[in-house]
C-alpha cells in the first residue's frame, strides 16, 4: 500500500501532537503546538513546525532543547501508533515563528493607534 506524503503528514501531526506533549518531561513553557509537518518526497524525513505561547527566546530555546532531548522517545512512540509504513521518517523540530511575527505585527499595529 502506497501512502502519500500529505496523507502521512497529516497522520504525523495528528498523532505526533499528544506523544509530544506527553514525552517531554519539562513542563514550564506549557503546551507545545504542532503546526504544520511537511514530509520530503522519498519519506525520508518529516519536519515538524510546533509553536509554543511564550515570546521569550530564553523559553523558545528551553522547549527546543527539551524537544531535542526526547526526539528518539518521540520517533519510537511514533513508530507503535503508525503501523502501516515501512520506516518512520527522521524528525526535524523547527519553531514556526509565524506566531511570534504575528504578534509582533499586532503589538506595532496597536502602537501606531
Known sequence: MSITTDRLASLIQ???APIVNREVKDKSFGYINLTEVKVTKDLS???IYYTILSDDP???????LSIEEFKVVIRMELAKKINNIRKIPDLLFKYDEALAYGN??????????
Open 104 to 113: 509582533h505585527i499586532d503589538r506595532i499595529l496597536k502602537t501606531i493607534k
Open 14 to 16: 495528528r498523532e505526533l
Open 45 to 47: 524525513f518529516a519536519t
Open 58 to 64: 530564553k523559553v523558545i530555546e528551553k522547549a527546543k
